[in-house]
């Protein structure tokens, strides 16, 4: 072995670290599943556990809100047709490293009231790329219900932030929304629902 290799391999050794450290912080750059999986793991601590105190709406001027949603079936809903009903809506995106991280909590969700008549869990793809929000579940072996815009989405539910996630109470007016990454598999969301369920 020469000086030159010598040298390389010295300076490789005693940069290691450094080199290790660079690489995981490009892979969580650059990756959005690896990002995801940091990220489900600080779900799990509890750090983004949202308050659920519901939003005093003024019952002379609110009004349930209007929009289009159709899945990949073809079969469409308007939030209109929905009073009477509690609504839960996820909006995110297959690329959103959040997004993928809290999903598996509001599968966990959506296990508990998928047989509610009065609580409806919605998750939906703002992008409208169904094939690729289908693979998506898939992959992960989500049974979530996938739905896309067919209309505008009224600015008071999703302003960009992504994930959102805005409840709706059973009049159709906006009784929670949390901005960003949450746990929904844990007791406090399910109570939260059943309280509105009784409105």
């Given at each position: 072995m020469n000086f030159t290799q010598n040298k390389i391999i010295?300076?490789?050794?005693?940069?290691?670290?450094?080199?290790?450290?660079?690489a995981l912080a490009l892979t969580l750059l650059f990756v959005p599943e690896a990002k995801a999986f940091v990220q489900k793991g600080l779900i799990k601590t509890g750090i983004?556990?949202?308050s659920y105190e519901k939003i005093e709406t003024d019952a002379t001027t609110a009004s349930p809100y209007s929009m289009n949603l159709?899945?990949?079936?073809?079969?469409?809903?308007n939030l209109q047709e929905m009073e009477g009903k509690v609504v839960f809506i996820n909006f995110w995106a297959t690329w959103c490293p959040p997004c993928i991280a809290e999903m598996p909590s509001i599968q966990v969700l959506y296990n508990k009231?998928?047989?509610?008549?009065?609580?409806?869990?919605?998750?939906?793809?703002?992008?409208?790329?169904?094939?690729?929000?289908?693979?998506?579940m898939q992959k992960r072996n989500l049974t979530l219900p996938v739905y896309y815009p067919n209309s505008a989405i009224p600015k008071e539910l999703f302003t960009?932030?992504?994930?959102?996630?805005?409840?709706?109470?059973?009049?159709?007016?906006?009784?929670?929304?949390?901005?960003?990454?949450?746990?929904?598999?844990?007791?406090?969301?399910?109570?939260?629902?059943?309280?509105?369920?009784?409105?």
């Open positions: 010295t300076m490789v050794k005693k940069h290691a670290f450094t080199l290790i450290i660079g983004f556990n949202p159709v899945n990949a079936k073809g079969e469409s809903i009231f998928k047989d509610d008549e009065e609580v409806l869990i919605l998750t939906v793809e703002i992008e409208r790329k169904t094939e690729k929000a289908e693979a998506f960009g932030t992504l994930p959102t996630t805005v409840i709706l109470d059973k009049k159709g007016n906006l009784a929670h929304t949390t901005l960003g990454m949450a746990d929904y598999s844990k007791n406090d969301i399910v109570e939260f629902l059943n309280e509105l369920k009784a409105y």
